[in-house]
């Protein structure tokens, strides 16, 4: 794609929460009865998740962005049956939201997806398996497992990823007895373990803090049916707020003014970075390092801390973004846990701009090249989480092309 240096106007909706939506989808699969999810965007990511909950004897339709999902969680508990295919695409959601639930029978399952997936790390679960005598085996790019899991106490790393936590909750309370969640670290990702807790409240499950640091969740707890709607997702509404601050004029509606999401702080830390050199702490929010590190390249540079989990990303996000970046004339230092974009001198690169398979690596650089231009490859993978984004683009003024023909694949659309 070829984009050319403009200005962003107009109005932009933000799309739904992407986070929220596997959260709903997952817990009305687990209800007895039917619940009608609204406000879905159909991100790969999403039909992931959607192929998934059927395997756990879910029934779905679809019209439009309306998910109608009658839950059998009956189905989960036999013992007897065929072995289950979790096909997971490029979802690390999808994957460890549903190996937990993969444990509630001793029929076989196998995980599999993308290769870049089936290398993301597993060993919260792996260390699990191991106390609890289930069969947790990795070859050839497929996970498989076997054995049903215990209630009981976990003792979990705060410091990784909450999907791991949150895969633990949706499965916990279905158990016979109690568990507990002691988080043994520092929290990071707080902010999405909150979005569990709530999604789960919605579809009639209580889990509850005991402290700090430690969960608790009853067991004998059954999901409720209900009807919900998705609301917008601030982490996408980040690239659009980028712009305004690079001198576009962006009316952002659709958001959720009391809203759980961590990426909300966006706003906040993008004002940090306009008004000169500044410090950010992202561990609570990784999925914004990409497009941050793309403000601080336009005002005076910025620190980030709490950059280590951005290794493990779609691609290795800290990385990709300073060797990327690298080519608009910026300099950077990368280390365990920190990355510091320097004050530089903005150029058009003159090379072409990798995205590296990563969503959120290329809309971070096209935000980029509506200031200086240049062209940009890999641009599918937006369909991961927001296969709207080039069009919205479109709409709202920016100037690019496609530079050869049936590359577009309909993004621009």
């Excluded at 039909?47 to 999902?69: D, F, M, R, S, Y």
């Excluded at 993969?102 to 398996?129: D, Q």
């Excluded at 937006?382 to 100037?399: A, G, M, T, W």
Aim: glycine share 8%.
């Amino acid at each position: 794609m070829i984009i050319n240096p403009s200005k962003a106007k107009g109005v932009f909706v933000s799309p739904p929460s992407k986070s929220i939506a596997h959260r709903y989808l997952i817990c009305a699969a687990l209800a007895d009865g039917k619940s009608v999810i609204n406000n879905v965007a159909f991100s790969e990511d999403i039909k992931a998740t959607l192929e998934c909950i059927k395997q756990i004897g879910a029934e779905v339709v679809v019209e439009e962005n309306k998910i109608t999902v009658k839950g059998n969680p009956k189905a989960l508990f036999l013992n007897e049956g065929n072995p289950k295919t979790f096909n997971c695409n490029e979802s690390g959601s999808t994957l460890r939201f549903f190996i937990p639930l993969s444990m509630l029978n001793n029929i076989p399952s196998r995980f599999a997806g993308s290769k870049v997936l089936m290398t993301r790390p597993l060993s919260v679960y792996e260390e699990i398996c191991r106390k609890q005598n289930i069969s947790f085996e990795q070859k050839n790019g497929v996970l498989e497992t076997c054995g049903k899991l215990n209630p009981g106490v976990f003792n979990i790393p705060g410091n990784i990823s909450s999907q791991f936590i949150t895969g633990l909750l949706f499965a916990l309370p279905l158990l016979d007895g109690n568990s507990e969640i002691n988080l043994t670290e520092s929290i990071e990702s707080k902010s999405y373990i909150e979005l569990t807790i709530e999604a789960l409240k919605d579809f009639g499950i209580d889990v509850q803090w005991k402290n700090g640091n430690t969960l608790l969740i009853p067991g004998k707890q059954s999901y409720k049916p209900k009807d919900i709607i998705v609301e917008g997702d601030y982490s996408n509404a980040a690239f659009f707020e980028a712009l305004n601050l690079l001198g576009g004029k962006v009316e952002i509606k659709g958001l959720r003014d009391n809203s759980l999401q961590g990426d909300r702080i966006c706003f906040d830390y993008f004002k940090k970075i306009k008004s000169g050199y500044t410090s950010i702490d992202i561990s609570d929010c990784p999925d914004l390092g990409p497009v941050l590190f793309v403000a601080a390249v336009c005002f005076k540079g910025a620190e980030f801390i709490g950059t280590r989990r951005l290794k493990i990303k779609e691609s290795d996000r800290g990385t990709v973004m300073c060797e990327e970046l690298s080519k608009f004339g910026v300099k950077s230092l990368q280390e365990e846990n920190r990355i510091i974009i320097y004050e530089s001198n903005l150029k058009k690169p003159e090379q072409l701009v990798c995205g590296h398979n990563d969503h959120r690596v290329v809309m971070s650089l096209a935000v980029l090249m509506t200031v200086t231009g240049g062209k940009l490859d890999g641009v599918l993978a937006v369909k991961k989480s927001f296969p709207d984004f080039f069009r919205k683009l479109k709409e709202l003024e920016i100037d690019f092309k496609f530079d050869a023909e049936g590359e577009s694949d309909g993004l621009d659309n």
